[in-house]
């Protein structure tokens, strides 16, 4: 049996600091122009493969801090995004923005054919427990890390990985080899799973 899952295929998107630190006070604790650009060209939409599109999910916290910055140019305004919640209303939401209360929702709503149909790549974009879910669901395929060697003032960090427990794999997409940026010097990763929860 493969150990790789077939759909959905969950693919979590991470840039962390040497202490695992991913955000502070609702945003991101740096600013590092060209590793945003990397991780919004990787999950914006992409009709590469017969016209499919791209699913996003997010944490209600990471959606709001998203919504804030970017107002009506959400990034991923061309994917479907679900928001997982137990607070908010789905009023108002735009077309293919999708509200579910527990994880296991979203999965279920994935595997709507009328969704499924139209899903080509479903990236997981935090915060902690959006990302801790994700790990460890059988549906857990990838995760995209890209690690600052820089320290930050955070409040919130990645859940502990055991790397011996995933595999590190080549994907051409990434941005190749050690980056710089604002003094500071950066790497994308990517593991895959072995088909064993990665968490500590
Ligand atoms: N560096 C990076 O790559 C990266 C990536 C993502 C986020 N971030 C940063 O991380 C911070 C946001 O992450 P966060 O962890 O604080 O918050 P978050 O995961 O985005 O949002 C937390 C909220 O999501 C909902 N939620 C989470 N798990 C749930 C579950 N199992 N069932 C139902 N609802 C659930 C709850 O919403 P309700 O309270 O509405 O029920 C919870 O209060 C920001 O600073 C952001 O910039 C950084």
Same mark, same amino acid.
């Given at each position: 049996? +493969?150990?790789?899952? *077939?759909?959905?295929?969950? &693919? ?9 630190? /991913?955000? =502070?006070?609702g945003?991101?604790?740096?600013s590092?122009p060209s ?16 016209? =499919? *599109? ?10 709001? +801090?998203?919504? =804030? ?7 991923? =305004? ?15 939401l735009?077309?293919?923005?999708f ?6 929702? /979203? /999965? ?6 009328e969704i499924k149909?139209? #899903?080509?790549? #479903? ?22 890390r890209?690690?600052i &060697? ?12 055991? &790397? ?9 997409? #990434? ?7 604002n003094?500071v010097n ?5 593991f ?9």
């Amino acid at each position: 049996m +493969s150990l790789v899952p *077939v759909y959905p295929r969950l &693919e979590l998107m991470v840039a962390c600091d040497q202490n695992l630190g /991913i955000g =502070k006070d609702g945003t991101l604790p740096w600013s590092l122009p060209s590793e945003f650009a990397y991780f919004l060209k990787m999950t914006q939409n992409y009709q590469g493969n017969g016209g =499919k *599109v791209h699913a996003s999910i997010f944490g209600r916290a990471n959606w709001e +801090s998203i919504a =804030k910055t970017c107002g009506d140019n959400n990034p991923w =305004k061309d994917t479907i995004c679900y928001i997982l919640s137990r607070s908010m209303s789905a009023h108002q939401l735009p077309e293919n923005v999708f509200v579910c209360s527990s994880f296991e929702d /979203i /999965i279920n709503h994935l595997n709507r054919p009328e969704i499924k149909e139209r #899903v080509d790549r #479903v990236w997981v974009h935090g915060g902690v427990s959006v990302y801790t879910e994700a790990l460890r669901s059988p549906y857990f395929y990838r995760l995209y890390r890209t690690t600052i &060697e820089a320290t930050y003032p955070a409040d919130v960090f990645f859940p502990r990985v055991d &790397e011996s427990r995933l595999t590190l794999v080549h994907d051409p997409d #990434v941005l190749q080899g050690t980056q710089h940026e604002n003094g500071v010097n950066f790497q994308v990763f990517v593991f895959q799973t072995t088909g064993i929860n990665p968490l500590v």
